[in-house]
């Protein structure tokens, strides 16, 4: 199986900040690495599919890149909302498999 | 908008089989894969296994010996069949909708359900 690898596993920061997540995977995915937001006691959301086009309905402060084995997320302009657990999702090869998780925390 | 709607048994003891149904309502079977996720408190997701609209299944090497996907396209409704299950199979779990275009990606979900496997 491609192990999916984010750091930070949690971090804290304040609105209006700029936050990175990075998710690296044990093999080379090409692009096919989504992006989930799920919030407490609710189901995951699609944010980013393709490494980079952000799901309909998305704020464009959200944006993916990354290629291979590398791959970020960043939030611009954090808002309220925004706080929350972030999953990546690799699709390159059967068994798809999630990171462990990144919890974005207000500081 | 299509929306999945979820349910079934969230107490079992060790042995049993959990069994879930997902019903998908706004929207049609074909041209997706319908997946099964779960998370185990406090820990990240882990894919189940799928089926396709033609009834082809997909499953998680890691269950599959245990797992069954199961369509029923007259009611728009799928299952999850996981048999003899343990402590380690206490998770919530959700349906969700497959979509297989540039990136196979997943979306909507179902609401969740809390399964705990206790004696």
């Known amino acids: 199986d491609i192990q999916m690898t984010q750091s930070p596993s949690s971090l804290s920061a304040s609105v209006g900040d700029r936050v990175t997540i990075t998710c690296r995977a044990s093999q080379s995915i090409i692009s096919y690495l989504n992006w989930y937001q799920q919030k407490p006691g609710k189901a995951p959301k699609l944010l980013i599919y393709?490494?980079?086009s952000l799901e309909s309905g998305v704020p464009s402060r959200f944006s993916g890149s990354g290629s291979a084995t590398d791959f970020t997320l960043t939030i611009s302009n954090l808002q309220p909302e925004d706080f929350a657990t972030y999953h990546c999702?690799?699709?390159?090869?059967?068994?798809?498999?999630f990171g462990q998780g990144t919890k974005v925390e207000i500081k | 908008q299509v929306q999945l709607q979820q349910w079934g048994a969230g107490l079992l003891k060790p042995s049993e089989t959990l069994s879930l149904t997902c019903a998908v309502y706004g929207g049609s079977f074909s041209g997706y894969h319908w997946s099964w996720i779960r998370q185990p408190p406090g820990k990240g997701l882990e894919w189940i296994g799928e089926i396709n609209h033609s009834g082809d299944t997909n499953y998680n090497p890691s269950l599959k010996s245990r797992v069954t996907i199961s369509l029923d396209t007259s009611k728009n409704q799928f299952s999850l069949n996981l048999s003899s299950v343990t402590a380690a199979d206490t998770a919530v779990y959700y349906c969700?909708?497959?979509?297989?275009?540039?990136?196979?990606?997943?979306?909507?979900w179902g609401q969740g359900t809390l399964v705990t496997v206790s004696s």
């Open positions: 999702q690799q699709s390159n090869t059967n068994p798809y498999t």
């Open positions: 969700a909708r497959g979509f297989n275009y540039i990136t196979m990606r997943f979306d909507p």
């Open positions: 393709g490494a980079s």
